[in-house]
């Protein structure tokens, strides 16, 4: 009776066209991530919206010089103009991206480390699409070239940097005080083998600060607005604020 019903149903015109129309779909859908560039890659989706979603990365690889696209097609395939918001996951904390709203964001080396998440809506609702998609990549590693080239300067034993420290830095200059008359401070950077090395490079003034390699130091926090500004944190005591 079972394969009786089947048949049945499978004769009806209107079920046939459905099922036609479904198959073509998925299979286009499905063959898009495979016939595509192999230097792109899908993130996860998740969230309620009535519309399609796609989220991936341009650019070959999880690394910080790729392209993150957000796009959107209404049920019907006309492509649907979307306002984005993006968040930058450190530590499982999201923190906001300003002033990018567009669907397109270039990943730089602030990402390195963390995950990427893209909340995207309609710019508009006439054509009675809602709801809010999120697009989710990472996380986020150094190039090959890049990570090369600061393999081989470690390989040399030690790389210098030198950094200013900001006036309102905590931890402020290498003997723990702050700048005499509340200025700025030239300081070098050492990355070696085995440390950080944190000096002052105006006088004598200062003593050098170091910070063997741990699970949890030395690390380095990037400003969430200021690209140039970041906190270089020795130990659990001790701490710069810089600019680079």
């Not at 560039?37 to 999880?62: H, V």
């Not at 402020?172 to 300081?187: D, F, K, M, N, Q």
């Not at 000096?199 to 200062?206: E, I, P």
């Not at 170091?210 to 944190?233: C, G, M, N």
Request: aromatic letters at 8%; one cysteine or more; hydrophobic letters at 35%.
């Amino acid at each position: 009776q079972f394969l009786e019903e089947l048949s049945n149903t499978l004769q009806d015109s209107d079920t046939l066209q459905f099922l036609r129309e479904n198959v073509q779909d998925l299979t286009r859908r499905v063959l898009s991530h495979f016939d595509g560039p192999q230097d792109t890659l899908f993130g996860r989706i998740s969230g309620e919206f009535n519309y399609r979603f796609a989220f991936k990365l341009e650019g070959g690889g999880c690394f910080q010089t790729g392209v993150l696209v957000a796009s959107a097609e209404s049920p019907s395939g006309l492509p649907v103009p979307l306002r984005c918001r993006w968040k930058r996951r450190v530590d499982d904390v999201p923190v906001e991206i300003h002033h990018v709203t567009s669907n397109m964001y270039q990943i730089s080396a602030d990402d390195v480390g963390t995950e990427i998440i893209v909340e995207a809506q309609p710019a508009d609702n006439e054509e009675g699409l809602f709801g809010v998609a999120i697009g989710t990549i990472g996380p986020f590693e150094l190039d090959p070239t890049t990570r090369r080239s600061l393999d081989n300067a470690l390989g040399l034993g030690s790389h210098k940097f030198s950094v200013t420290q900001l006036r309102d830095g905590a931890g402020a200059g290498a003997s723990g005080s702050t700048p005499a008359g509340g200025g700025s401070r030239e300081l070098a950077i050492n990355v070696c083998r085995d440390c950080v090395r944190v000096a002052n490079t105006q006088g004598s003034g200062g003593r050098e600060v170091v910070a063997e390699y741990s699970p949890e130091y030395p690390k380095v926090i990037i400003h969430t607005l200021d690209i140039q500004r970041f906190q270089l944190v020795m130990n659990e005591g001790r701490r710069f604020n810089l600019v680079a």
